[in-house]
Structures are given as C-alpha cells and as structure tokens.
C-alpha cells in the first residue's frame, strides 16, 4: 500500500482556526501530515479545526502574530518539534484610506502581514528541517492597483513576494523550497462582509473569466502542491490561484 504523500512531515499553519487556513490544515492532514493549528482569538474554532483534523492534529498554539514577544513565546514551545512545513497563512484585511486611516489600523496590518511573517519564520527557522518548505500566504492585491483605499494591504502582499525571492535564495544551502501562494477573491468569512454587498458581488463576478469566486479548498490544493514531491524543483515562486481574475 502506497504511503500517504506527507507521511511522517509535520505542518505548522498559522491563521489555521478557519478560513483558508483551516482549508490548508485538513488538506495536509489529509495527505498524512502531522499538523500544528494556530489561532490569535477563538480557542473554540481551533479546538473545532482540530477536531475536524482529528488525531492528525499534534498541538494547538496561540498567538498574536503582531506581537514579537508572542512570536518567541511560540517558538519557545515548539523547540524540540522538527518542522517539515511551515505555511505562513495568518494576515489581515483592513480597508486603509488616505487621509482617514489611524495608526493603530496601519500597524496592526504592517506588523501582521510584515514583520509577523518575517518575524516567525525567523524564529523557527532552527525548527525546520533541512529540505523543509516554506509557503508564504500572498494575494493577487500585491500585484495590482485599486482606488479603493487597501494600499496598505496591498503592499504587504507585495512584501510576501518579495521576502519569498530572497528566502529562497537565503535557504538554498539547506535546501529549504519557499514559494507563495496568491489567491485572488476567496470566500471566507473574512470577506463575508465585503461580498455581502450585492452589487460588489455581482461585479466580481461578472469580470471573473470562470463567472465564481474562489473557495479556500481550491488555495489549500495549490499550497499541497507547494508542500509535496511534485513541485520538488520549485523555488522562489508566488503561484497565481485566482482562476484568471488577475493575469
């Protein structure tokens, strides 16, 4: 009988209590990794991740990945745990207009989406075997432009691009594969809100090439993709997943 494709690999995804997240954590388990859930907030949907995840799931962490104090915290508790992929999952959507947007909001993002992913794959960076992979959770929002005030959003997804270049060029001698992932308009409950808008609605779908939005199972194949034998010569990309909504 033919072993699972991540047999024996254990899996930290940050930002893994729901969303596309908690879509990636099942995903790898499924494919038979041993997976680490982390959340900031809701203990209860990560104890539900987990439970869905079943006896896959090894540890549930807690942290507020803005927060570099909570960052070591968590790192300190995985010592010990030889990490074969690390999925760089947790962020935040805020809408950041100019001339009408506070401090708090614009660190909040910037320390999260920034210094969060930086700061974290950093500190387990003596965690991670060698030949381990790193994917970094990005967006089609990195690459293009909008008037609709998400610049500061939009700009940390391009920060991700950026440190997924040079980490795969820091991480090569130890053979440490780093790639993106870049969805486009996913459903989940973070954008619940925004797609709760009908007319919002409609237009994204009408000027998507294959009329839907995304879902987070659709992301989470293209990170398994990332994380197994297939994509073994792949390095240094952020891998477009918004079936043609930004080419």
């Avoid at 805020?94 to 969060?116: C, K, M, Q, Y």
């Avoid at 879902?215 to 918004?242: H, I, M, W, Y």
Wanted: glycine share 10%; aromatic share 4%; hydrophobic share 45%.
């Amino acid at each position: 009988m033919q072993q699972p494709l991540l047999a024996g690999q254990v899996a930290l995804v940050t930002g893994s209590s729901r969303g596309i997240g908690k879509a990636i954590a099942a995903k790898l388990s499924e494919a038979g990794a041993s997976v680490i859930v982390h959340y900031q907030k809701n203990r209860a949907a990560a104890e539900n991740a987990a439970a869905e995840i079943g006896g896959r799931c090894v540890r549930i962490v807690q942290a507020n990945l803005s927060s570099t104090r909570d960052i070591e915290r968590v790192a300190g508790e995985l010592r010990g745990i030889e990490l074969d992929i690390l999925v760089n999952n947790a962020g935040v959507w805020r809408s950041t207009p100019l001339g009408s947007t506070d401090l708090e909001v614009a660190e909040e993002i910037l320390l999260t989406n920034i210094l969060g992913v930086f700061w974290l794959t950093q500190a387990l960076l003596p965690s991670l075997r060698d030949g381990a992979r790193i994917v970094n959770m990005s967006s089609v929002a990195g690459r293009t432009a909008s008037a609709e005030g998400r610049s500061l959003y939009r700009a940390s997804k391009a920060a991700v691009d950026a440190f997924t270049r040079n980490w795969a060029l820091e991480l090569a001698p130890r053979r440490i594969r780093v790639n993106a992932v870049a969805p486009g308009m996913v459903e989940t409950d973070m954008t619940e809100e925004y797609l709760g808008n009908p007319e919002t609605r409609a237009r994204l779908e009408k000027r998507h090439p294959l009329g839907k939005l995304g879902d987070p199972d659709e992301v989470a194949d293209a990170v398994l993709f990332l994380c197994g034998k297939q994509s073994r010569f792949v390095t240094g990309q952020s891998l477009n997943v918004s079936g043609g909504f930004v080419i």
